[in-house]
């Protein structure tokens, strides 16, 4: 058994609390030092991280405590954490021991004490990249799976519209649709984007909302017979425009409204009268409450990587350093894919 | 058998397509005729109208016709039509013979010519009054019913909040709420209606949202503890309002957006990001769609009045002449009660 020792341990802070567009200012790396043992009776366990997973949910921590947020803010001056992927150094826990590989909530920086271990989960399947933990295997495909199969209520040949649909979630939406047998159209923000949902993740057609001046003549056009389903990850202008387009009895799975994260104050939704109009059912959901489908949706995600049926992009950035601007990217949309952070080699 | 005669036909017109309030002047009386007899080989029905029926969603149909409006717009220079209570004049369908009192859509005259009888339902009771098919017993009954019942999934002892608490729907919403044991609180327009609310309809509390300056701060004093079920007739910032006091796993079930239908553009609803930290369904309904329920509503609806379980007031003008104004005043709130016109002697 090692003995114990110091060990460097790089961190990203919060420097205050974020109002507006993060930059990458707003956070700082500064280092400090950990023990390489967890403390004695303390039930701890010591990760070292991996991979860190960059969220759109996060951007809610990174603003002042408010009473309408569902997680918790960051506090100014500590360490920020989220989703990740980590190995363990040491352990008091006694279903996990120094070597396995876990997933679940660390923070960012080199090494982390988790004085709960029991949200950590250990990682069996080891044949696939181990950052998809952050991605189609973690929070974001769970987030995918129950949002379409639970909220959804999806039917073969139902009409499917995702936005931000190359995103962490996005590209698993379509793809679970495309495997129910639905018509699948996603949007996204740059040409590169808009050629992966059609050449990679199989959508049955795509375009860059950011080159149509008019949202709802492009919804009219890729859904000439309006849409069953909306997979919602934007807000704002953009659900205005899917309104108008929906089909009597859709459905609206409201999962992120990013458009809208980093704005003072929200644009207004115009179109409500559609709901009833044509019958509509909105509905908001977190992944968090279905976590008891994790283990059979894991099942089903590492067969389907398996078998070819689902592929993953991931946007991996290189190193702890690059770790706020990783995260800051994801709001003007410079990820492709899933945006990851190698922070260590496995 | 009577002799065929002609008969005097006063009418209510649309004048023209209506933009903004509606007034008055936009509907026009004038004096026809009709035959006392159906034409032989028909199968029309002939009505003698007795009470007409003014609804909300009847806005709708005195605009342009526009793909988003769930309801055919009246026909500029025609006869204006929605629910009513008739008594059959002649007739050439098989189930309905001269004398039968019935309710359902007709049109807004003394005497109307029905061609698709079908749709018109025989009024089995009459232990009770004959308008109340216009309300209670008819669209607006079953509206209610389905609307808390089917789509608000409610729960005994949950919090229930209506708006326009005392119209044709909100005052039976709150009383079937409180049938099933939860907690209501409606808000109306005067000091008359909340007192109505509070003390003939036996809401738990109530409050004239024209009297809040802040209906955050309203709904938070009535609702401590956040609202399961929001019963909404009313959209805007009422909307807005209730978002950000909803409880997690609340519903909405979306009825009427009233203050918005005469509006040339509607108001932005602006915290929609509470539907996924709270993870609220917003469903919106249509009473058609849910017919098939009508036959058990009514007899249960006609055995709580019998029993003094439920109360409903009316609002009843006098005369077809006074039919357009009784209309228009329900976008003012002017009405107390369901909005009734007589325009027959039972």
């Not at 890729?222 to 309104?243: K, S």
Request: aromatic letters at 10%; glycine letters at 10%.
């Amino acid at each position: 058994m090692a003995t114990e020792k110091v060990v460097p341990n790089r961190q990203i802070l919060l420097k205050d609390y974020v109002s507006g567009f993060p930059k990458e200012t707003d956070m700082v790396l500064t280092s400090t030092t950990t023990s390489s043992k967890v403390p004695p009776g303390s039930g701890a366990v010591l990760l070292k991280n991996i991979y860190l997973s960059c969220d759109p949910y996060m951007r809610g921590r990174m603003s002042k405590p408010i009473s309408q947020n569902y997680a918790d803010s960051f506090v100014p001056g500590s360490v920020i954490y989220g989703y990740g992927v980590a190995k363990v150094v040491d352990s008091e826990h006694p279903d996990l021991k120094a070597g396995d590989l876990v997933w679940g909530i660390t923070g960012w920086e080199e090494f982390s004490l988790v004085s709960n271990p029991r949200r950590l989960l250990k990682i069996k399947h080891t044949d696939v990249p181990l950052s998809y933990y952050t991605g189609i295997l973690g929070m974001p495909g769970l987030t995918a799976y129950v949002g379409f199969h639970e909220i959804c209520s999806p039917k073969k040949g139902e009409t499917v519209y995702v936005s931000a649909a190359s995103g962490a979630v996005g590209q698993l939406v379509g793809q679970f649709a495309k495997l129910m047998g639905c018509y699948v159209v996603g949007s996204a923000g740059s040409k590169e984007k808009v050629d992966l949902l059609k050449n990679k993740f199989g959508f049955d057609d795509a375009f860059n909302y950011k080159e149509e001046h008019d949202l709802n003549a492009a919804l009219k056009r890729c859904f000439p017979e309006g849409i069953d389903i909306y997979f919602e990850n934007v807000g704002g202008r953009m659900l205005d425009a899917v309104l108008l387009n929906m089909k009597v009895h859709g459905r609206i799975a409201v999962c992120g409204l990013i458009s809208q994260y980093n704005l003072h104050e929200q644009e207004g939704v115009h179109n409500l009268f559609c709901v009833i109009t044509k019958r509509i059912r909105m509905q908001g959901f977190i992944e968090p409450d279905h976590k008891h489908l994790y283990p059979q949706f894991l099942e089903l995600a590492v067969q389907y990587i398996r078998e070819g049926k689902i592929v993953y992009v991931e946007d991996i950035a290189e190193g702890l350093e690059n770790a706020p601007s990783a995260l800051i990217g994801l709001f003007s949309g410079r990820n492709v894919g899933k945006q990851v952070v190698r922070i260590a080699h496995e």
